[in-house]
């Protein structure tokens, strides 16, 4: 079954600069007005941490704790990651959760699944991930990523800007 520490170290640098740059850890705004450290924003994901340290004066390794306590709880469990049996496609999931939200993540990896669209990823939607080759469902899975990119920046022109690193991220593969 797939790891929790492994999805997380697979998304990290797709949240946040590296550790050797200067800005590691620092607190930035995003396009919504929210502060955001290592990709937890405060307007969302990271609401719970407000009134906490996480944003102000809170150390490096404690905050990457408490935003992998927050993740672990808030995306990796709701996206069964857990009952997911090839760690690259957990990885994947768990990396589109983190950026798209899990409601739509979860449509996302059901549409690449070919099941039921609900936006809940239940026993039906792991089964089916489960028995598919994984190199497919990662295929699936950048295709469909790819496609919502296309459809927000549709009804969003304003997040063109968006566009090339959205695209690197969703085409962006867990090693093997």
């Known amino acids: 079954m797939a790891d929790f520490s492994v999805a997380f ?6 949240e946040t600069f590296a550790p050797t740059d200067m800005r590691y ?4 705004t995003d396009n919504d007005g929210g502060l955001v450290r290592f990709g937890v924003n405060s307007k969302s994901l990271g609401a719970s941490l407000v009134n906490t340290t996480f ?8 905050a ?6 927050l993740y672990n709880i808030s995306v990796w469990k ?6 997911l049996t090839s760690q690259r496609v957990a990885s994947k999931i768990f990396d589109m959760a983190v950026n798209q939200g899990v409601h739509e993540a979860a449509k996302l990896a059901q549409r690449a699944a070919l099941v039921q669209v609900d936006g809940v990823i239940g026993p039906i939607t792991v089964a089916t991930i489960n ?20 459809l927000v920046i549709e009804n969003h022109p304003e997040y063109v800007s968006y566009k090339e690193d959205w695209t690197a991220r969703a085409e962006k593969l867990p090693v093997a």
């Open 9 to 14: 170290q697979y998304m990290l640098p797709n």
């Open 25 to 28: 850890g620092k607190v930035t």
């Open 55 to 62: 944003y102000t004066t809170m150390s490096n390794d404690e």
């Open 64 to 69: 990457i704790k408490a935003a992998a306590n």
């Open 78 to 83: 709701p996206m069964q990651g857990d009952l």
């Open 131 to 150: 028995s598919i080759d994984e190199n497919q469902m990662l295929k699936s899975l950048v295709t469909e990523w790819i496609w919502f990119i296309g």
